[in-house]
Every structure is written in C-alpha cells, then in structure tokens.
C-alpha cells in the first residue's frame, strides 16, 4: 500500500537494464582480487571444454558458451546464469497475486547474488574454488516467492527421496530446478536441460542418468508430469485428474462386458 506513495515523491524512475545489471553485480558484488584471479584463470584452462560441454542446454536460443574472462567475471555463477535468474524472478512476478514489487526488478539480482555468497543457506563464499552456483541453490533464496503449493510439492519431495539408495537428496535438486524452469518461457525443461543447471562443480558432469530416472520415479508418485515444454511439477487440478483417470481404468470384467454389450446393442439397433 505504502509502495505508490513512496515512488510518487521521486520525479525520475531509474531503473536498470539487463546488460547493466551483469556488470553492476559483477563489479560491485562478485569482483575479484586481481591477485588472486590466476587461480580461476588456471582453473578454466583445465576443465573449461569439459565444463562447456557439459553445461550446454538444448532445443533453446540462449547463449551458453563463455570465454576465460567472463568466466572470472561472473564465478561462482555461470555467466548465463544472470540472464536465467533475472528472467525466473520476472515470470514468479507474472504470478497471479505475486507482489508487485517482487521479483521483476533487477536489483533483486544484485542482492541474491550477494546472499548467495553470505546467506547461511547457500554461503558459497565459503565453498572451495571450483564450486559453482547451481540453480536449486538460487531456489534456496528464492523460496518465499515461490506458490505455497509447490513449497509444500518441494518438501514432500525431499522428505520422501531424501534417504533414496541411489541417488540420495538429488531428487528435491531436480524438483526445485524444474519448478525454477516453470517460470522461463523459452527453455525446455527436458532431463539434459535440467541436468545442465544442476552442475555444482567444474569438474562435474551432468548427471543426466540420474535425472531421468529421478523424474521417472516422481511421475510415478503424482509430483511431476511431462508436457510439450517438458517436466512441470503437477498442480492440486492435475493430480486429482490423475486419481480419478486411473479409476477409469481399473473398471471390472463384467462393467466393461456390460458397456461392450450396450454399445453392441446401440449400434444393432
């Protein structure tokens, strides 16, 4: 209520563009000490190809690969990872009864890219080098935004697949990356896709394998379903649509032979 009121006694609304954020957060927030770049730079020769091809995202227009110095510039994110929080924080806004004064702001990202660093959720600053900010961890400092439907989906997830003999706590990652990847228009949210954004390491690889079988497993539990843009997490309409489709299914021998013989009859008749 308060907000109109404290914009009208400003006459100039400043707001900042995409391409002035990136280096806004990266110079103000993720700088680096000059001193100590070389390790990064060293770090990127090594492993920069694998971590290239691995982080790469399919069916989609957005720019994936980076060179050394975008890659110093923008660690411990993927340099493509500002454009894909900036662009989720703006679609959670287009959320019906969404705040209007969260998330399509810009500045939101220099702030969640400094609590990425401090907030005892994520506290990257305090991760080896090497590590990297994967999109479930953006999830962590974004989660009072989110529906209070998929929060509680996330933490049925979790709390059900966390012990998982394969593939322990991986299955509450995918669901806080697909539930991310709901809010971006023009990237699929297929098992490679949701795999790439799931990389925590230079040295890691995409754990594409486990990702499938994962979202096998909660398809089969009503927590996730496939679509054309690819795995979404299924809403309270989706889910009761499913029980009631699968009590179609289960009709008996003597009903189905009793509606064949109606229908048999209709037909003769």
Known sequence: IDLPKLQDRFKYQIDLSPADI??????????????NEHVLRDRFQKMGPMLLQNCKLERTARRTDFNEDEFVQFYPYLPHFIDLSID??????????????????????????????????THMAEEPVGTLVSLDMIYELVEGNIPSEKQKDILDIRQRFEKDKDYPGLAARVAKAVCL?????????????????????????APIAAVEALLLRLKEAQFVRETDDG????????????????????????????????????IFS
């Not at 990847?181 to 297929?190: A, H, I, Y």
């Open 22 to 35: 990136r280096e806004v957060a990266t110079k103000r927030v993720l700088s680096k000490r000059e001193e």
């Open 88 to 121: 989720i924080m703006t679609g959670i806004r287009l959320q019906p009864n969404a705040p209007k004064h969260l998330g399509g702001s810009n500045r939101t990202i220099i702030k969640q890219s400094h609590e990425m660093l401090v907030s005892d959720r």
């Open 181 to 205: 990847l709901e809010f971006v228009r023009d990237l699929p949210r297929t098992s490679k896709n949701i795999a790439a954004v799931l990389i925590d390491k230079m040295d890691g690889q």
């Open 231 to 266: 795995w979404k997490l299924q809403t309270a309409q989706e889910k009761n649509w499913e029980q009631e489709k699968r009590g179609y299914a289960s009709v008996k021998r003597s009903e189905r032979n009793e509606i064949l013989r109606r229908a048999v009859t209709e």
